[in-house]
């Protein structure tokens, strides 16, 4: 970082100067030929703090991270999927039952074990009329316990945001 900012500052300071020498030329020509030098010590002043530094390009830190950060966003994504297939399935078993709700979320544990379990299940209603059968339901097509569904209507779930 202290590179980086020796190189914006070096940038700063000679940009200027070079403004003030480049206003001070006489002719076109001259002027053009200063652009040049002054665009050659420009790269070399910029340069210089990196090159003073030892460059090294070893991946071995990278690829040692990168397996665990895609195993990470490979779990989630795999969560996702998993927990909206099963709301899908839930939406259909609910419609069947003549309950046709606005929404339903399933929060999900994919342990690493390789089992999956239910934590939570929410259902967002129209109306309250059907909240007790959707909520028996929900729980007898999950295989969980009913206190794990909550069952809410549009109107509580609008007062809630």
């Known amino acids: 970082m202290d590179m980086l900012c020796s190189a914006a500052a070096s940038a700063c300071v000679l940009g200027i100067i070079f403004s003030v020498i480049n206003g001070m030329t006489p002719s076109e020509k001259l002027s053009r030929?200063?652009?040049i030098?002054?665009?050659l010590i420009m790269i070399a002043v910029v340069i210089a703090p990196f090159a003073k530094k030892?460059?090294?390009f070893d991946f071995e830190n990278i690829?040692?991270?990168a397996p665990e950060d895609m195993s990470y966003i490979f779990d989630n994504h795999l969560e996702d999927m998993i927990s909206t297939?099963?709301?899908d399935n839930l939406g259909k078993a609910l419609a069947d039952q003549g309950i046709f709700p606005v929404k339903?979320?399933?929060d999900i544990?994919?342990?690493d074990e390789d089992s999956i379990s239910i934590i939570k299940a929410e259902i967002?209603?129209?109306d309250s009329s059907q909240s007790e059968k959707a909520a028996e339901t929900a729980a007898q097509e999950l295989g969980i316990e009913k206190s794990l569904v909550t069952v809410k209507t549009e109107e509580n779930d609008n007062a809630a945001n």
Do not use: C, T
């Open 37 to 39: 030098i002054f665009s």
């Open 124 to 126: 967002i209603l129209r």
């Open 63 to 65: 690829s040692e991270q």
């Open 109 to 111: 544990n994919n342990s």
């Open 33 to 35: 030929q200063m652009n």
């Open 54 to 56: 030892e460059l090294s």
């Open 85 to 87: 297939n099963i709301s």
């Open 104 to 106: 339903i979320s399933v």
